[in-house]
């Protein structure tokens, strides 16, 4: 096999008919390939294979499980630990596997785990019809679905899993699996928030849910420990229509704010209602209210418009911190206020999802999310340029993490970096990190996708 400049690639077991490209550090596109979302991760693997369909999923398993490899999979590259890729190992790049099948009909899609929330919701819209991912468009479905999926739709639609039907995975051993509420059960349940620990999920099988009619965009607000309060209390007593996300943060120079609020605290809030314009103006009047808004572009539009433009060669780097809190009252609004306000870090946030609605009428152990009874969900964000100021940038988030944090220690898996064993036990609370373990020991008994927030085999 030869490279696309003609010069002899390494050979590696099984990967000689792989029938997409096998990318290794002699391949001019090397470097641009291996870059994944996030700045700061710059690891270099031995080779990086753009699967094209399961037989090459099934041949890179093969060659890491036989020759020893460590395996990183990668779907859109949004991993904040940096599990998309690896030093020296290999690399299933599903970003070539990215169909997108629709039946309008029945309202079910099927979608290959390389596309990204922006390709499908944009392929769903011609139908009228959508499925809740996250706050990015160019995250892959693969990723933010099995780490449970919390997003603009979260009140109305629960979380990315809560639409999922079925799958096709291909595990440690090479079986090529269809699983569902039938068929392998206990593998469906532990992809549903379990993330990669199971084995490479090729295609995920959707309800999709109509949506004709939407309202959502950008209302920044002032920040203030009555706004920041008021908002979260406005976001919990909404109807399950409405979901928002609001950052807590200095005002970015944007064109569309005044000089005078640039570098300000502001709530920078993503409005996001699902249904007709009258009910979506009763129901975001709450938060018009609270305080003049420095900016409003709140209006109808076409869901896919949530998704705002991403610059490809921006690759942010962030210390992140995550946790679940039962309210925001006045006192951890002002500490929120407070600690933002004393950071020297250029740029941080303190972000606040409310959760309920559809989300929290699933029983907690019906999936490997088990944190359904969790009304709110917070992210704790330092962006830094570089090595200099990455240790305040972490000192920060970290204090405000342990200040706003409750007795109760639970995690999102999805928002976790490398954060450590016990971060990733509080993602998977008790019953939940048992069962895991044991279907873990059934499917990987050898730990062999271990490059995710890893749940050990049962002994």
């Known amino acids: 096999m030869t490279s696309s400049t003609g010069a002899a690639r390494p050979t ?21 390939v291996r870059t994944v979302f996030y700045g700061g991760i710059d690891k270099r693997p031995s080779a990086i294979v753009r699967v094209s369909d399961v037989a090459d999923v099934r041949r890179v398993i093969a060659t890491a499980r036989n020759e020893g490899y460590e395996l990183a999979v990668r779907s859109g590259g949004h991993s904040i630990a940096g599990h998309s890729t690896t030093d020296g190992g290999l690399v299933i790049d599903l970003r ?57 739709l979260v009140r109305k639609l629960g979380l990315t899993i809560d639409s999922l039907l079925a799958a096709d995975i291909v595990t440690a051993d090479g079986r090529h699996l269809r699983v569902d509420s039938e068929n392998h059960a206990d593998l469906f349940w532990a992809i549903r928030g379990g993330g990669g620990n199971f084995g490479v999920v090729t295609r995920l099988r959707f309800r999709l849910h109509e949506l004709r009619e939407f309202t959502g965009g950008i209302l920044v607000l002032p920040a203030t420990p009555a706004t920041i309060a008021g908002f979260a209390a406005a976001a919990m007593a909404a109807p399950d229509e409405l979901s928002t996300i609001g950052n807590v943060m200095p005002a970015p120079p944007l064109p569309f704010l005044p000089a005078e609020v640039h570098g300000r605290l502001v709530i920078f809030a993503m409005i996001a209602f699902a249904g007709d314009p009258a009910s979506a103006d009763r129901a975001i009047a709450p938060f018009r209210s609270l305080a003049t808004p420095h900016a409003d572009m709140v209006k109808p539009e076409p869901y896919v418009a949530m998704y705002q433009p991403e610059d490809p060669n921006q690759h942010p780097t962030v210390i992140g911190r995550t946790l ?3 309210s925001i009252d006045s006192a951890r609004a002002e500490t929120i206020v407070e600690q933002l306000s004393k950071s020297g870090t250029a740029m941080r946030a303190a972000q606040i999802r409310v959760l309920g609605g559809a989300a929290a009428r699933i029983p907690s152990d019906a999936t490997a999310y088990a944190h359904r009874s969790k009304p709110i969900l917070m992210n704790v964000a330092a962006f830094h340029e570089g090595e200099a100021d990455r240790e305040m940038s972490r000192q920060w988030a970290t204090e405000l993490w342990k200040t706003l944090q409750p007795n109760d220690d639970a995690a999102y898996v999805g928002f976790l970096g490398d954060d450590g064993p016990a971060r990733i036990r509080a993602a998977y609370p008790g019953a939940t990190w048992d069962r895991l373990a044991k279907i873990k020991a059934t499917y990987d008994p050898s730990n062999l996708f271990r490059l995710n927030h890893n749940v050990q085999p049962a002994d």
């Open 12 to 32: 590696y077991e099984n990967l000689t008919e792989v029938n997409g490209r096998v990318i290794t550090p002699e391949d001019p596109t090397y470097d641009r």
């Open 96 to 152: 070539g596997m990215a169909k997108i099948e629709i039946d309008a009909n029945d309202r079910t899609a099927w979608v290959e785990t390389g596309a990204t929330a922006l390709e499908v919701t944009e392929a769903l819209a011609n139908h009228g019809l959508a499925v809740g991912f996250g706050d990015s468009g160019s995250v892959g479905v693969g990723g933010i679905t099995l780490a449970g999926g919390v997003g603009f």
């Open 324 to 326: 679940f809190v039962d």
